[in-house]
């Protein structure tokens, strides 16, 4: 089992390294650089260290001004002439309101003829902020919480948030005329650019579909249901890193491994018990041998006073209870940004010896997982993932060896 948690955590590394910004920016760029002349750099999310140092790298003197938003957990090295503004992360606060304000200073401080670079990624939504003049920070720190409380999945999450922003849902379009170019790293199902940091740069063409989502009263209230904005033929907006493309280099390691590969298709979400479950009979009953391959972001609903982990710890763990005991199966649960919720961990290798092994230290699985503390149960039965800050974000990657 060694031999196979080895080999499982390379093919983990392998894909993550497959969208690490810096690498997918440059080759960008280098593809086809902005037309000549001054740049300015906006780099908003968990990527945007990574991001911005790519970009500084390549146009050198060209830049003109450059402003990096991000927490000062992925902060990293910042380079010498870009701006440090931090912003929040998960939950938006006071810093993100400041960062909302520092951004719209320096569009506004961009000469017209200034081409603008904007380099977002995964956190944006959380780390930059603008308010309706109605909405207060505590509202929206409230309506945030509820959403991560009653597990609202991306696409719900950033309608809300765009109801209440006024910069976000291509809201943001409103604040310069200059030509635009838009790189992008996916941390959502779908790939759809409207919801990554939820579509600073992008209209929202369904905005209405707010109102079908189950919402308590005081949050309805909030909500104020903007008109369409335009799309502008001189803003080109793309995706430069995904998980489509995290799975394919999972895939490809898996096979340089010699194992026999399937790449689930599509996106895996819902709430973790729910997941587990069906990952779990699939694991058991009906999967041929060889490496399994999926790719999304499931959701946990949090008890009132939550303990340390965060929803890959959750999954794996479930999915360790579900199938203890059985020595056919290895399973992976880990965020691409090297940090699952409030811990230090990207997520956790489980296996048929993982519950033995956690109930062996003192430590109760259901227990655990009642209260969402699966972070000390793993620590304890030697399966948690660290990898640090990774320096990119495209959701998470689950993995599954079966004999």
Request: hydrophobic residues 45%; aromatic residues 4%; proline residues 5%.
């Amino acid at each position: 089992m060694a031999k196979i948690r080895s080999g499982m955590l390379e093919i983990l590394s392998d894909a993550i390294a497959a969208v690490v910004p810096r690498s997918s920016v440059r080759q960008r760029l280098e593809k086809e650089a902005l037309d000549g002349g001054k740049v300015a750099i906006v780099a908003i999310g968990k990527a945007a260290a990574v991001m911005m140092e790519s970009a500084c790298d390549l146009f050198t003197e060209r830049v003109a001004d450059a402003l990096l938003i991000t927490s000062p957990a992925y902060a990293g090295s910042i380079p010498a002439k870009a701006r440090f503004v931090p912003g929040n992360h998960p939950l938006p606060d006071q810093t993100s309101l400041d960062a909302g304000s520092a951004l719209l200073e320096f569009l506004s401080a961009q000469d017209p003829g200034t081409r603008l670079l904007f380099l977002i990624s995964g956190g944006a939504s959380a780390m930059v902020e603008v308010l309706e003049s109605h909405v207060s920070l505590e509202q929206m720190q409230e309506a945030n919480r509820w959403m991560l409380a009653n597990g609202l999945d991306i696409r719900q999450t950033n309608l809300v948030r765009k109801c209440l922003s006024a910069i976000k849902g291509g809201k943001l379009l409103n604040y310069f005329d200059n030509d635009a170019l838009v790189l992008l790293v996916s941390d959502v199902p779908g790939d759809n650019p409207g919801d990554i940091g939820s579509g600073l740069l992008v209209p929202e063409p369904d905005i209405g579909d707010v109102e079908k989502i189950e919402l308590p009263a005081w949050l309805k209230a909030l909500l104020h249901i903007p008109q369409e904005c335009e799309a502008r033929p001189n803003v080109r907006v793309e995706i430069i890193a995904s998980n489509e493309i995290a799975k394919s280099a999972a895939a490809a390691a898996a096979e340089k491994q010699g194992y026999p590969v399937t790449v689930h298709p599509g996106c895996l979400c819902g709430e973790t018990t729910l997941v587990a479950r069906q990952l779990a009979d699939y694991i058991d009953r009906t999967a041929p041998p060889g490496i399994h391959i999926w790719g999304g972001e499931t959701s946990v609903n949090l008890p009132a006073r939550p303990g340390t982990g965060g929803r890959n710890q959750q999954l794996a763990l479930q999915v360790a209870q579900r199938l203890a005991g059985n020595d056919s199966f290895c399973f992976v649960s880990a965020g691409t940004d090297g940090i699952d919720g409030h811990s230090e961990d990207a997520g956790a290798i489980v296996d048929g010896g993982t519950l033995m092994r956690g109930e062996a230290e003192g430590l109760d699985i259901e227990d655990s997982l009642a209260r969402a503390d699966s972070n000390p149960f793993l620590a304890a039965s030697c399966d948690l993932i660290h990898l640090g800050a990774t320096g990119t974000n495209v959701m998470d990657l689950m993995l599954a060896w079966k004999a």
